[in-house]
Nanobody, 126 residues
Framework: QVQLVESGGGSVQAGGSLRLSCAAS???????MGWFRQALGKEREGVAF????????RYVDSVEGRFTISQDRSQNTVYLEMTALKPEDTAMYYC????????????????????WGQGTQVTVSS
């Protein structure tokens, strides 16, 4: 059974940093892992993605240069390092996964991901 557990959320001031972790029950070399976020009253959006086999990453424009997604497969964990945080980054952050994915280009759409964690809240104050 696949399990994803996020941690690392919290409250920070604008300009601050946080590192989110997503611990997976297993992390092989053909997995797409995505970090998504959902602000109050808004749609869930993808922000960062990594294909575990090649560490190929992609980001949504609004976080490019500020967020970094990475992996430690020995720990079955994917991270999201968030810097220069802005109030508009405030949201519930979720990690999601697709196993046995044969393409290094992870899809950015939430409907493509069958497995989800429970979420961790990030609040950025101005």
């Amino acid at each position: 059974q696949v399990q994803l557990v996020e941690s690392g959320g919290g409250s920070v001031q604008a300009g601050g940093s946080l590192r989110l972790s997503c611990a997976a029950s297993r992390l092989s070399s053909d997995v797409c892992m995505g970090w998504f976020r959902q602000a109050l009253g808004k749609e869930r959006e993808g922000v960062a993605f990594i294909y575990t086999g090649l560490s190929h990453t992609r980001y949504v424009d609004s976080v490019e240069g500020r967020f970094t997604i990475s992996q430690d497969r020995s720990q079955n964990t994917v991270y999201l390092e968030m810097t220069a945080l802005k109030p508009e980054d405030t949201a519930m952050y979720y990690c999601a996964a697709i196993w046995s994915y044969g393409n290094r280009w992870c899809p950015p759409t939430k409907d493509s991901y069958p497995y989800w964690g429970q979420g961790t809240q990030v609040t950025v104050s101005s």
